[in-house]
């Protein structure tokens, strides 16, 4: 007889089931679009949004503000969450994320770099080549993790501790480089706390491309990502190239996080928290688990930031420190429940 988590799962494993995440998605942007700091009451929202007359200043702040947020969160969500399932999958980790291969440390010392070796007369010129700096930071770590790793035959461990080993690595090198230009270290700050402010549709292009094309390859790639979950030697038998396997996933993990630093800074626990969350709702098959981890961290990060906009508005709490104090909680509950066998 089927428990009713079961049930839940096969719901959920559903087209049905796909369709009311994506709905939860939808409902999420609509109050995102409707809330902010700007007050607007019902009809003033309806007039904004179908560009009714003597409704320019409304439909200015849902369509070049909210609107572009919103799609940056959507973004976001999508490529952390894609990540984090990639990473857990081949390592075997369930607390892997991208900070554990260094995607972040990558990208804060590109950013550090650059405003360091920059000169501050260069103005706005030196700031738009941070999200450039920060992706070529986050990618070359990762290739470096997966070269060092492959020294060892790019083993789960290999991979955990190379990344480790990284991380350690540059953010004793970004902490030396604060001390010895304590000037960039408010840049670096704003950078490292993550948002979506100010954040233009120009922006999230090539992140878009990016993403989904990291996506696209998981999809493809997630039978042999299923098999490796039996182990490597056992994988290899029914004939799945375990290190070259694992070495492209863990790219793409890296290009989709990467892709997200690049607009919205660095963004903590979408990438370890939502696979967690996936999973509960449909199980380990990892086709089901991109798809649903990329609904459900894109509604979470939308959410985080609408709550970041709306608590203390006008003050604005950028959505890294929002999704901190909603992730650390609900971490620390799904620690808990993996004590007691539920995960």
């Given at each position: 007889?089927e428990?009713k988590?079961?049930k839940?799962?096969?719901f959920?494993?559903?087209v049905p089931?796909f369709?009311?995440?994506?709905?939860?998605?939808l409902l999420?942007a609509l109050c995102?679009?409707?809330?902010?700091s700007?007050?607007?009451s019902?009809?003033?929202?309806?007039?904004?949004l179908?560009?009714e007359q003597?409704?320019?200043?409304?439909?200015?702040?849902?369509?070049?503000?909210r609107?572009?947020?919103?799609?940056?969160?959507?973004?976001?969500?999508v490529?952390?969450s894609v990540?984090?399932?990639l990473?857990?999958?081949?390592?075997?980790n369930?607390?892997?994320s991208?900070n554990?291969?260094?995607?972040?440390a990558g990208?804060?010392?590109?950013?550090?770099l650059?405003l360091?070796?920059l000169?501050?007369?260069?103005?706005?010129?030196?700031?738009?080549?941070?999200?450039?700096?920060?992706f070529?930071?986050?990618f070359?770590?990762?290739l470096t993790?997966?070269?060092l790793?492959?020294r060892t035959?790019?083993?789960?461990?290999?991979?955990?501790l190379?990344?480790?080993?990284?991380s350690?690595?540059l953010?004793?090198?970004i902490?030396?480089?604060t001390l010895?230009?304590p000037?960039i270290?408010?840049?670096?700050?704003?950078?490292s706390?993550?948002?979506?402010r100010?954040?233009?549709?120009?922006e999230?292009?090539?992140?878009?491309?990016?993403i989904?094309?990291?996506?696209?390859?998981s999809?493809?790639?997630?039978n042999?990502?299923d098999l490796l979950?039996?182990g490597?030697?056992?994988?290899s038998?029914l004939?799945?190239?375990v290190?070259?396997l694992?070495?492209?996933c863990?790219l793409?993990?890296?290009?989709?996080?990467?892709a997200?630093?690049?607009?919205?800074g660095l963004?903590?626990f979408?990438?370890?928290i939502?696979?967690h969350?996936?999973?509960?709702l449909?199980g380990?098959?990892?086709?089901?688990l991109?798809?649903?981890?990329?609904?459900?961290g894109a509604t979470v990060?939308v959410?985080a930031?609408l709550?970041?906009?709306?608590?203390?508005?006008?003050t604005?709490?950028p959505?890294g420190?929002?999704?901190?104090?909603?992730g650390a909680?609900?971490f620390?509950?799904?620690l808990?429940?993996e004590?007691?066998?539920?995960?």
């Open positions: 007889m428990n988590n079961t839940g799962k096969r959920f494993c559903s089931g369709l009311t995440l994506f709905a939860a998605l999420s995102a679009l409707r809330f902010g700007a007050h607007l019902w009809a003033e929202f309806f007039g904004a179908f560009f003597g409704a320019e200043t409304d439909s200015l702040i849902l369509y070049s503000v609107l572009p947020r919103i799609l940056a969160g959507v973004l976001a969500g490529g952390l990540s984090g399932v990473l857990q999958g081949v390592t075997d369930a607390l892997a991208p554990v291969i260094g995607v972040n990208a804060g010392f590109g950013v550090m650059t360091a070796v000169p501050a007369g260069l103005g706005a010129l030196r700031f738009s080549l941070l999200p450039v700096f920060a070529a930071g986050a070359l770590t990762t993790v997966v070269l790793s492959r035959g790019a083993g789960r461990s290999a991979i955990v190379s990344g480790v080993a990284m350690a690595l953010n004793a090198l902490s030396g480089m010895l230009d000037d270290l408010s840049s670096y700050n704003a950078f706390i993550g948002g979506f100010g954040v233009q549709y120009g999230l292009i090539l992140p878009t491309l990016m989904l094309i990291c996506f696209l390859v999809l493809v790639l997630s042999g990502i979950s039996l490597g030697r056992a994988a038998v004939g799945v190239p290190g070259a694992r070495t492209v863990i793409c993990a890296s290009a989709s996080a990467a997200v630093v690049s607009f919205a963004l903590g979408v990438g370890l939502v696979p969350m996936a999973r509960r449909v380990n098959k990892t086709s089901y991109l798809l649903t981890s990329a609904l459900l990060t959410l930031d709550f970041g906009r709306v608590l203390l508005a006008p604005e709490i959505v420190i929002t999704m901190a104090l909603l909680p609900f620390i509950f799904l808990f429940q004590r007691g066998g539920d995960l």
